[in-house]
């Protein structure tokens, strides 16, 4: 039986569809080159260790009976705990643990650090104790461990770091669909505000009581926009997708989760000859994405800067979680 095993997984970025996923639309994901390396070994005793340094936390213990039930589980380390707690609720197993993860990216970014170190943190488990899953087990149980730690999502950043590559995906997974892209020259700013997810997702929940005629019409038109870019995508369409991209944006900021910050940025990649751009996630701040001809990648970079934000060298990543050989 292995006694340590080492997995990564990738960040994420959303492409098209954020919000209408969560009421059962579809969204496309793609999976970046940005990974997280969760390192899980048998350890002696009844305690599970946790050094996770890229969120400070260096040496945290709790004993297995006590495993997920703490009121004050530092944040850095809440997903990995409670994945570890439902994993051995479901499997019926147990051990002494220590678990280290390493990270390439900042959380800051809103990436997917902690959809990726759940989804690490599982699959690392699976592989230790030898039960053979699917990657939609995988899913379930990472599905539930971050929406019983957040209360809401739709679960795509978690699909995101188990399939890689780009993913059609429906709310809770209940559609999972890999596409096939060969490349995406997509250009990534970040607006040095990190965003909440939690209020966006609630102000557009309140939009709708208010008004759901008119929110749910947007959501069906954003589901449209995300058929059509499925379309463009396998095609490499980019100035169709370019497009696309600019009308996603008018329904987002409709939604109210735009920021000046984003639609400078926006505005600044569209006049320096991006053939579209959007924000990314579930905006108010966070990353918006851009899609360049090559000869206008200069350009577009230095636009962003100008408009206050922060280029990020990312790169579409084909590969999801994998099992790293010790
Ligand atoms: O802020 P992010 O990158 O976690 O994206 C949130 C996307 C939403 O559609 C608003 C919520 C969700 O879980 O799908």
């Known amino acids: 039986m292995k006694k340590t095993v080492e997995v990564s997984a990738p960040g ?15 969204c496309i994901v793609i999976a970046v080159n940005q990974r997280l390396t969760v390192r899980t070994s048998f350890y002696p005793g009844n305690k599970i260790i946790i050094d996770a340094p890229n969120v400070g936390i260096v040496g945290y213990e709790t004993e297995i009976s006590r495993l997920g039930k703490g009121n004050n589980i530092p944040k850095g380390v809440r997903f990995i705990e409670i994945a570890v707690a439902n994993f051995f609720d479901l ?40 039960i053979d899953c699917s990657k939609k ?48 020259p997509l250009l990534v700013g970040y607006t040095g505000v990190k965003a909440d997810t939690a209020p966006l997702v609630n102000k557009v929940a309140s939009l709708r009581e208010r008004n759901p ?14 058929e059509d870019a499925r379309v463009c995508l396998e095609k490499q369409d ?8 600019n009308l996603n944006q008018g329904l987002l900021d409709s939604l109210g989760v735009g920021s000046d910050k984003l639609s400078c940025m926006i505005n600044a990649a569209r ?19 851009a899609l360049a001809p090559s000869g206008k990648k200069q ?8 408009a206050g ?9 084909p590969e999801g979680v994998k099992i790293v050989n010790l």
């Not at 980019?238 to 991209?245: H, Q, R, Y």
């Not at 350009?299 to 100008?306: G, L, P």
């Open 238 to 245: 980019l100035k169709g997708l370019g497009e696309l991209m």
């Open 12 to 26: 994420k970025l959303m492409l098209f569809g954020e919000h209408a996923v969560v009421y059962d639309r579809p």
């Open 271 to 289: 006049e320096s000859g991006a053939y579209g751009a959007k924000l990314s996630g579930a905006g108010g701040g966070d990353c918006m994405i």
């Open 299 to 306: 350009n577009v970079e230095s636009a962003m800067k100008v």
């Open 91 to 130: 499997y019926k197993v147990s051990s002494g643990l220590k678990i280290e993860t390493r990270s390439d990216f900042s959380s800051e970014f809103g990436f997917g650090s902690s959809s990726a170190v759940t989804v690490g943190t599982v699959t690392s488990l699976f592989r230790l104790f030898q």
């Open 213 to 226: 005629k008119i929110v749910d019409s947007m959501f069906d038109t954003i589901k449209d926009i995300v």
């Open 309 to 317: 934000g922060f280029p990020v060298n990312i790169k579409f990543e």
């Open 137 to 184: 087990d995988i899913f379930d149980l990472c599905f539930e461990t971050v929406f019983s730690i957040q209360g809401l999502g739709s679960g795509f950043d978690i699909a995101s770091a188990i399939w890689g590559g780009a993913l059609y995906f429906v709310n809770r997974g209940k559609k999972i669909e890999p596409l096939k892209i060969k490349k995406l």
